[in-house]
Every structure is written in C-alpha cells, then in structure tokens.
C-alpha cells in the first residue's frame, strides 16, 4: 500500500515534469519567434533589393535567443546573405551604387572592381564577386568620420586595448589604444587578434574574418546607408596583387570618393588613422 510520503513524492515529481516540460516548451516557442523576426525581414529585405523572392534558409541551429541579445548588444546583426552573383552587368533593383571606379563622381580614382574580379586581374577572381550564402554576423556601427571614434564600442575596444598593451599590435600613434584605426590587415590576422574577437563574439577563431567587399557594398546598399557617408576607409578580407614586393589588400568607403562604391588597395602591412575595420563571423 502507497504512504503518504511516496504518495508526496508522486506529485511532486509530476510537477517537476510539468514545470519541466513548460520550460522546453516556452524555450522553443522563444526559438520560434526569434526565428521568425529574424528570417521574414531577411526575404523582403532581399526581394526588394533583387527583385525577386529569395530562399532564406532556417537560422543555424548554434544560435539561441541569449546568444542572439548578446550579440544585439554589442551592435551586431544576423544577416543572410543570398548565393547571388553580383557582376557588373547585373541589375538589381536595390544596387545603386555598385563597386568600383566607374561608379564614382570622379571615374579615375581608386581600382575598377568589378572589371577586375570578372577578368580575374590582381589576384581577384568571380568568385570574389558571389555572395556566400551564408548568415553572417556583422558589426552595424556607423562608420566614423576621420579623427572620429566607433561608437558604443565597449567589448571590442577593451579587446584592442589589452591587445595593445601586450605588444601583440603597435600601440595607437596618438595613445588612443581601444581605437580601431591605425591597425594593419596583418595585424588583424594575428592569430592572437583572432582569437581574442572570436572570445568577444562568443565564436570559433575560424569563423572571423573581416568583410569581402562586395559584402560590405551589398550590406551598405541593403540594410546601412551611413557607410556611404563618411571620408574614412575600411580593411576588406580581400587581397589584391599588384606585384610589389609587400603584400596588398582592399580597403574602402572614403564619402570624398564615391562612399560605397570607392574601393582602393593599401599595404597589407600599412597603419593609417583613416583606415578601420569592422568583424564579421560567418554562422553555422
């Protein structure tokens, strides 16, 4: 015969589970809604930039709502980016301002992109112009203007100081260490500096990189049309082979020559206090 204290038992296990079951349940609906605030703002985002509907595949299975806040926090963003071919004779709806010299008020300055990568000269290739389709996480800040700061920049910031301050990337010319400028694209690539954004992130060193080009045009064009408006650079992942001794790599985005569509080359190992850099992560 069942006492009373098995009896006690007997309930309060089935309340456990009940509770327990609530939980998972409300977790999944979180997940759900997540999913969709996320999912059905990327596809009319991208129908209107292309002009056509766009597959938006589900989220990875890696991200959870609490990595998701921590991530809108720190001024990050999910977004997918389609499989989409972005030649210079494509003409999508939302594409004003393509990459590259042709597309800027002066026509002379900085290199023709497009016509390089569909040429494949200086090391860029078609693939340099396809979009990965992929979500990607990438820091949404205004671009500063020049001597100006990245704002709301706390975690990063704090990254670049320690890092400076363990010698691992030259100190800042002008002593303002948690900057991201004056920071060359071989620093960057420190596995150190890796490592060390992918720890702010909550990610695998693997998955950081710095923006390709044509992504930041296409995010610049899409979703952040304050990169177009100030006379700053920023490193891109991409390299470019002119032939010099030193390694080349792009950077751009100087408002003075064409915002968005100004792309030039710089040394790879080049500090400059007009040259930064924003993260991206690519998700899986």
């Known amino acids: 015969m069942e006492n009373l204290d098995d009896r006690g038992r007997h ?3 089935s309340q456990t589970h ?3 079951s609530g939980d998972s349940a409300d977790a999944t609906s979180s997940f759900e809604a997540l999913k969709t605030s996320i999912m059905e703002p990327e596809r009319m985002r991208w129908r209107d930039f292309f002009g056509m ?3 938006v595949p589900p989220l990875p299975d890696s991200i959870t709502p609490e990595r998701y806040e921590r991530w809108r926090h720190q001024k990050f963003e999910l977004h997918y980016l389609p499989p989409q071919e972005m030649s210079g004779d494509k003409q999508y709806p939302g594409w004003e301002k ?3 010299n042709e597309y800027t008020p002066d026509g002379d300055k900085g290199i023709s992109f497009l016509r390089a990568a569909e040429h494949s000269l200086h090391g ?3 693939d340099n112009l396809k979009l990965p389709g992929a979500w990607i996480l990438i820091d949404t800040r205004d671009k500063p203007g020049y ?4 704002q709301d920049d706390g975690d990063i910031g704090s990254a670049l100081r320690e890092l400076r301050n363990s010698k691992i990337i030259l100190p800042h010319d002008k002593g303002k ?3 991201r400028c004056d920071i060359s694209w071989e620093e960057l690539h420190k596995p150190e500096v890796t490592a060390k954004f992918a720890k702010v ?3 695998e060193p693997s998955q950081v990189r710095l923006p390709r080009a044509i992504e930041e045009n296409v995010l610049g064009n899409a979703c952040y049309k304050q990169w177009d408006t100030t006379d700053t650079y920023e490193w891109s992942e991409d390299s470019y082979n002119l032939s010099f001794f030193v390694p080349t790599h792009l950077i751009q985005g100087d408002s003075n020559l064409g915002g968005i569509s100004d792309v030039f080359w710089s040394g790879s190992g080049n500090r400059d206090n007009r040259v930064g850099f924003r993260l991206a992560a690519v998700l899986h």
């Open 11 to 13: 309930v309060e296990d």
């Open 18 to 20: 009940r509770e327990s």
């Open 53 to 55: 509907e766009i597959d």
């Open 98 to 100: 393509k990459p590259g």
């Open 124 to 126: 860029l290739t078609p």
């Open 147 to 150: 001597n100006q700061d990245y």
């Open 177 to 179: 260490d948690d900057s």
């Open 201 to 203: 992130l909550g990610v």
